[in-house]
């Protein structure tokens, strides 16, 4: 019994320092080597040098000024990156169905055009940092008067961050919204008195 104990306790200190010790370590020091910006959280500094968010985690922009985001259901008010999930309401819902009306009828407000749905629904982590290049020039109008810019100059500034597909075959077309609102400050300037 003994003997069958300090093997049982062997296997498992090796396996515990292979699987928890070694293994993590290996992959971090191969994906720092490999992709080290990915590796250290895509994160993104302004002009300042600052740390402004990361391109992987959708932030709240509410000022026209800038391109928003989908809505969040991370956390209690949205955006939480230590809750990352979606709302678990079903498409039965009146929850939903009154956030959703009340976020249509706020951006109808902004065009007459229709409202991409994208603008209107969470995403299922409720943290997507990206729009289709579509969603993003529909907010190009509101954009451009709020910054007092001609609208060909916020609708250049959102094509030249749209990015393509992976590989030229995975996934869609897509603009990072935290990307987009850095360029936007860089080419055309903070707007004055703009929150985010």
């Given amino acids: 019994m003994r003997r069958e104990t300090m093997v049982a306790l062997r296997a498992t200190a090796f396996t515990l320092v292979?699987?928890?010790?070694?293994?993590?370590?290996?992959?971090?020091?191969?994906?720092?080597?490999?992709?080290?910006?990915?590796?250290?959280?895509?994160?993104?500094?302004?002009?300042?040098?600052?740390?402004?968010?990361?391109?992987?985690?959708?932030?709240?922009?509410?000022?026209?000024?800038?391109?928003?985001?989908?809505?969040?259901?991370?956390?209690?008010?949205?955006?939480?990156?230590t809750s990352s999930g979606g709302s678990n309401l079903g498409p039965t819902s009146k929850a939903l169905r009154e956030r959703a009306q009340k976020e249509l009828q706020r951006l109808q407000a902004q065009s007459k055009e229709p409202v991409p749905a994208e603008l209107v629904t969470a995403s299922a982590s409720g943290l997507d940092p990206h729009l289709s290049p579509g969603a993003a020039l529909w907010q190009a109008p509101r954009i451009a008067k709020a910054r007092g810019v001609a609208e060909e100059r916020v609708r250049a500034v959102i094509d030249g961050h749209t990015e393509g597909r992976d590989l030229l075959i995975l996934g869609e077309p897509r603009v990072n919204v935290l990307l987009v609102n850095l360029a936007l400050d860089r080419l055309l300037g903070r707007p004055p008195l703009a929150g985010r």
């Fill in 18 to 81: 292979l699987t928890g010790l070694a293994y993590p370590l290996v992959t971090t020091g191969v994906a720092l080597v490999l992709f080290p910006h990915r590796a250290r959280g895509s994160l993104v500094s302004d002009e300042k040098g600052q740390v402004v968010g990361s391109e992987l985690i959708a932030q709240a922009f509410t000022s026209d000024a800038y391109l928003q985001g989908r809505p969040s259901a991370a956390g209690e008010k949205g955006y939480d990156a």
